[in-house]
């Protein structure tokens, strides 16, 4: 059974920076994309970033391009998101989302974390 367990977030003041973690356990991700979603109170949820395990091959959403990083520890099992140059428009529960590679669709999700920016 997937888990995913994310943790980091909280309240930053505009122009802070914060580091999401997802913790990954139940199955090898080598055949799996890692991806970052968020979702703001009365909006739909949107792709943030992914990153290919096997290769570390990324994409991001044009809002948080040049802001936020996403990486992987392999050892750890663990994905990463670095955000910086945080802006009020990025509060959102952020979630951590695996899915196969060549499959369209995210399968497993965490709980999702909490982050607030304020002006």
């Known amino acids: 059974q997937v888990q995913l367990v994310e943790s980091g977030g909280g309240l930053v003041q505009a122009g802070g920076s914060l580091r999401l973690s997802c913790a990954a356990s139940?199955?090898?991700?080598?055949?799996?994309?890692m991806g970052w979603f968020r979702q703001a109170p009365g909006k739909e949820r949107e792709f943030v970033s992914s990153?290919?395990?096997?290769?570390?091959?990324?994409s991001y959403a044009d809002s948080v391009k040049g802001r936020f990083t996403i990486s992987r520890d392999s050892a750890k099992n663990t994905v990463y998101l670095q955000m910086n140059s945080l802006k009020p428009e990025d509060t959102a529960v952020y979630y951590c989302?695996?899915?196969?590679?060549?499959?369209?669709?995210?399968?497993?999700w965490g709980q999702g974390t909490q982050v607030t920016v304020s002006s």
């Open positions: 989302a695996t899915r196969r590679i060549f499959s369209a669709q995210y399968d497993d």
């Open positions: 139940g199955r090898t991700f080598n055949s799996y994309h």
């Open positions: 990153i290919r395990w096997s290769s570390g091959s990324t």
